[in-house]
């Protein structure tokens, strides 16, 4: 089992709908989780970090955990086109690294 | 800004070939890493450094040794090339679970 697991996609929304994309992750002792976005030929940027249970917003991102089901989520709401790119999930388990997961394609459509 | 550069975009370099790809990040950032990133795989760590001359093991350290003589560069280097080594080579640094990616450097083993 994958450390950090993720649907590779691509998750197909239409413009101005609700993206949601998940994550799960095995080490029950992980602290923290991370959210970076990937455009296609570009390097990773982080966009949302959440440490507690529940959620967190930013603008239109809303991240989610659920430390119980060992579930992370992120929602972008009004989705547009530029959101269309890789999403990567990450856990940080208490080493000073991050494990990602292999990442969510998601396509935003006109 | 922060800002991280790596020493080439693109290299090509054969088989058996010592390679070395070099990292500097201009933000005071203790922790540095490396990763590759192949397709459907996602973002590997290969290793990672918590300070200068201390060096840890991510994931896939095989084939690769790293070196830190100085806070703001991280080296990455292939003792002998091998055509499994065909992979984007991102490097990040930053603080707790915020990484901060270089543009990355697109290695091709003949």
């Known amino acids: 089992q994958k450390e950090v697991e993720q649907n590779s996609g691509p998750l197909s929304v239409p413009e101005g709908a609700i993206a949601s994309l998940n994550c799960t992750y095995s080490?029950?002792?992980?602290?923290?989780f991370f959210w970076y976005r990937q455009y296609s030929g570009k390097s990773p940027e982080l966009i949302m970090f959440?440490?507690?249970?529940g959620d967190k917003e930013d603008g239109r991102f809303t991240a989610q955990l659920n430390k119980a089901s060992q579930y992370v989520s992120l929602l972008i709401r009004d989705s547009q086109p530029s959101d269309s790119a890789t999403y990567l999930c990450a856990v940080n388990t208490g080493r000073r690294a991050l494990t990602f997961g292999s990442g969510t394609r998601l396509q935003v459509q006109p | 800004d922060v800002k991280v550069t790596q020493s080439s975009r693109y290299l090509v370099k054969r088989t058996g070939e010592k390679v070395f790809l070099e990292c500097v990040q201009d933000?005071?950032?203790?922790?540095m890493f490396w990763y590759r990133q192949d397709p459907g795989l996602g973002l590997r760590l290969i290793y990672f450094s918590y300070d200068v001359k201390m060096k840890e093991k991510g994931d896939i350290p095989e084939g690769y040794s790293v070196s830190r003589e100085k806070k703001e560069r991280f080296s990455l280097i292939l003792e002998s090339a091998s055509t499994n080594q065909t992979s984007m080579y991102l490097c990040?640094?930053?603080?707790?679970?915020?990484?901060?990616f270089g543009p990355g450097t697109r290695l091709l083993v003949l």
């Open positions: 080490d029950r002792g992980s602290q923290s």
């Open positions: 933000m005071d950032h203790e922790n």
């Open positions: 959440i440490y507690s249970n």
């Open positions: 990040a640094s930053g603080r707790g679970g915020t990484q901060y």
